[in-house]
C-alpha cells in the first residue's frame, strides 16, 4: 500500500507541478529535441532538461533557456551516460533482466548528480541507493514512467509533452526518497 500511495502522491504533484510551467517545459523540450540532431549535445541537452524539471519542483520559474544549463554539466553528463550504457548494455547481453534491473536503479542519476552535486559514477551510486530503498517503488515508478513515454513516442510530438512530465515525477520521486532537492 505504500508503494501505491507513494506513486499516486508522486503522479499527481507531477502533474500538479507540470501545469503550472507546461509551456516553457513543452518548448524547452522542443529546443533541446532540435538540437540533438547534433548527436554529441545529447548528454548536456538531457541534464538541461532536468534542470528545468527541478527548477519546477523547486517553485522557481522555469525559463526555455534553461535547457541549455545542461552544458555547465558536460564532462560529468557524458561520464553518467557512458558509464550507464556500457553497464546496461552488458545487463542486456546476460538475459536482459539484469539490463532493465540497472536501467530502473539508474533512473535517479541525473536529478542526483544536479541536486546533489555528484559526478557521474558518484551520482549513479546514489541512484542505486535511494531505489534499493524502496525497490518496490522504484518499479512500478520505472514502469509507469516508462509507459507514459512509451505513449508519447507514439504520436510524433508527444514526447514533448511526456517527457517533461516524467521529468518532474522523478524528481519528486528523488525528493520523496530522501534525496536533496530542495
Same mark, same amino acid.
Request: with cysteine.
Given at each position: ?20 510551467? +507546461? ?46 544549463s545542461g552544458f555547465n ?7 553518467? +551516460? ?17 539490463g532493465i534491473a540497472l ?33 518496490? +517503488? ?45
Amino acid at each position: 500500500m505504500k508503494t501505491e500511495k507513494m506513486l499516486q502522491d508522486t503522479l499527481k504533484s507531477g502533474f500538479d507541478f507540470y501545469k503550472k510551467q +507546461f509551456v516553457a517545459l513543452i518548448i524547452g523540450t522542443f529546443v533541446a529535441a532540435i538540437c540533438m540532431i547534433f548527436i554529441i549535445t545529447i548528454p548536456p541537452l538531457i541534464y538541461g532538461l532536468f534542470y528545468m524539471a527541478i527548477k519546477a519542483v523547486r517553485g522557481q520559474t522555469v525559463q526555455i533557456t534553461d535547457v541549455f544549463s545542461g552544458f555547465n554539466y558536460i564532462v560529468r553528463s557524458y561520464v553518467l +551516460f557512458i558509464v550507464a550504457a556500457i553497464l546496461t548494455v552488458i545487463g542486456f547481453v546476460f538475459l536482459v533482466i539484469p539490463g532493465i534491473a540497472l536501467l530502473i536503479l539508474f533512473q535517479y542519476a541525473i536529478v542526483v548528480s544536479i541536486t546533489e552535486d555528484l559526478g557521474g559514477i558518484g551520482s549513479l551510486q546514489r541512484s542505486v541507493e535511494l531505489a534499493r530503498k524502496n525497490l518496490g +517503488f522504484a518499479i512500478v515508478f520505472w514502469i509507469f514512467m516508462a509507459v507514459v513515454n512509451a505513449i508519447g513516442s507514439a504520436v510524433t510530438v508527444g514526447c514533448l509533452v511526456t517527457f517533461p512530465y516524467t521529468a518532474i515525477a522523478t524528481v519528486i520521486a528523488v525528493k520523496k526518497l530522501g534525496g536533496k532537492v530542495d
